[in-house]
Each structure stands twice: as structure tokens, then as C-alpha cells.
């Protein structure tokens, strides 16, 4: 018995942080994986296909805000449902 759900297209730039003009929470309901130079990652904070990049929080270091600064790392980024 298969199941079909229709899932919503992925879109170019996700972020998972509701503050951020690119946060979708209907896509986010889904598990998304993200494959940065053919490997997988399971920390990205927000991504984007066309520029080819993705943003990772650090591990200590927060901003004035009290948020964790991102670090961009570049490569060849591809977006899919797990």
C-alpha cells in the first residue's frame, strides 16, 4: 500500500529561522535533506541552490542578538525530502 502526499516543490534559499524572509513553514513540515559537494549535512541553517552555498551555525560563537553566527560554505548544494 503506497501513499501518495503531495509535497510542495522545494523552494531555491530555506531558512529554518523564523525571523528570516526565507523561513516557509508549510516546506518545513517535511524532512528536508541538504547535499553540499556530495555530502549530506544535517546542521544547515539555511541554504541556496543557485548561489551555491550554505550557512552553518558555529559552534560558540553568538552575535549581538544572541544567536549563533553562521559560516558560508560554498560548493554544489542540492535539496531533496527524505
Avoid at 6 to 23: G, T, V
Avoid at 44 to 70: F, N
Amino acid at each position: 500500500m503506497t501513499e501518495s502526499i503531495d509535497k510542495p516543490e522545494l523552494p531555491d534559499r530555506l531558512s529554518i529561522n523564523p525571523r528570516s524572509p526565507f523561513y516557509n513553514e508549510e516546506i518545513l513540515k517535511h524532512e528536508i535533506g541538504i547535499r553540499i559537494n556530495g555530502k549530506e549535512r544535517n546542521d544547515v541553517e539555511e541554504y541556496c541552490i543557485s548561489e551555491g552555498w550554505v550557512k552553518v551555525a558555529s559552534t560558540k560563537a553568538l552575535d549581538r542578538r544572541g544567536q549563533p553566527l553562521l559560516m558560508k560554505s560554498k560548493g554544489t548544494v542540492e535539496a531533496f525530502y527524505r
